[in-house]
């Protein structure tokens, strides 16, 4: 079976096993965190995530991002890491929509958070999300520059969170608000476009060819914030669903595609192509609108950033005009 996009799988499928621990002073990651403007001494920001606390100290200069969400925060943000994660099953490995410094090392996650590589960089700081996804990676990052992992038990952030930490990390709220606002702008413009989609249904989904389907099932997850924000609310099964199974990322059999009968479907078709939704029972027979996606609008959709949803928005929007108008 080709798993090709296993890592959007992974994502899709598993919520982490995220256990509070202590802070990053009593797990000794002191981490070597740039200064301010000199004369000007800045309170240390205190940044509380599902591992405890992380303290940043100063602004920092030296930037590691280890999954899109962070890079494209960052680079919205105007800030160029120093190291960046790949996502290796992008075409061409680029993510379609950044524009990354050439200077700046890229390294693979697929296999693990490459620590050496890492400290190699000397970063003051070091953010991520999903990609550290165990306690024991985020103590070796710890050791090596404050790190911030996942804030809470979402398996994936509302982007706008994001940007608003990365203001109070960086000391430049208002250039965070300013962000955040350019963006919810454009997707309120959207919305106002197309006052059909206010009470539509939506669902987000992928099906793993050769083995089931996994579908985004928890309205509090950052890939649910986009829809709603269009005036549309989770499919009711799908919900429902969730709820039953206390998993954010639901997996159902190809004979489930009664779960897939929202007004609008955001599909991929994960290591096949439009041939295997034969595999779905019921799948040419769906009521409302489908759009099956590639790969880079899925995750613009699925792990949301400032600089996706803009790209991801206008390869949504011939659907979305559909499912307004139906």
Request: hydrophobic share 40%; with cysteine; charged share 20%.
């Amino acid at each position: 079976m080709n798993r090709r996009l296993a890592p959007l799988a992974s994502l899709l499928i598993l919520p982490f096993a995220l256990v509070a621990c202590g802070s990053d002073a009593e797990q000794g990651g002191a981490g070597g965190a740039a200064g301010g403007t000199a004369g000007t001494p800045r309170e240390p920001v205190v940044v509380e995530h599902v591992y405890g606390s992380t303290a940043v100290d100063g602004v920092p200069e030296r930037i590691v991002t280890i999954d899109v969400q962070w890079t494209d925060t960052m680079l919205a943000m105007g800030v160029e890491p120093v190291g960046y994660s790949l996502d290796s099953y992008m075409p061409d490995s680029t993510v379609p929509w950044q524009e990354l410094p050439e200077g700046a090392e890229a390294f693979e996650v697929t296999d693990g958070v490459p620590i050496e590589t890492i400290a190699a960089l000397e970063p003051d700081l070091i953010v991520g999300s999903f990609s550290i996804a165990d306690k024991r990676t985020y103590q070796l990052l710890s050791a090596i520059a404050p790190t911030i992992p996942n804030l809470d038990e979402a398996q994936v952030q509302p982007w706008q969170d994001l940007v608003t930490l990365a203001g109070e990390v960086l000391h430049r709220p208002d250039d965070a608000v300013s962000v955040i606002s350019g963006v919810d702008g454009e997707v309120a413009r959207t919305a106002a476009d197309l006052p059909g989609l206010a009470g539509r249904t939506f669902a987000l989904a992928q099906y793993v060819v050769g083995d089931s389907l996994y579908i985004v099932a928890d309205e509090n997850d950052g890939s649910s914030v986009l829809f709603q924000q269009l005036g549309m609310t989770m499919e009711p099964g799908v919900h429902a669903q969730g709820e039953k199974t206390g998993d954010s990322r639901i997996q159902v059999s190809t004979e489930r595609s009664d779960l897939l009968r929202a007004d609008l479907l955001a599909f991929l078709i994960n290591g096949g192509d439009e041939s295997d939704l034969a595999d779905i029972a019921g799948f040419d027979r769906l009521p409302g609108t489908v759009a099956v996606l590639d790969y880079p609008t899925i995750v613009g959709l699925n792990t949301p950033t400032p600089l996706s949803i803009p790209h991801s928005l206008d390869r949504l929007r011939p659907y979305l005009e559909k499912a307004a108008a139906s």
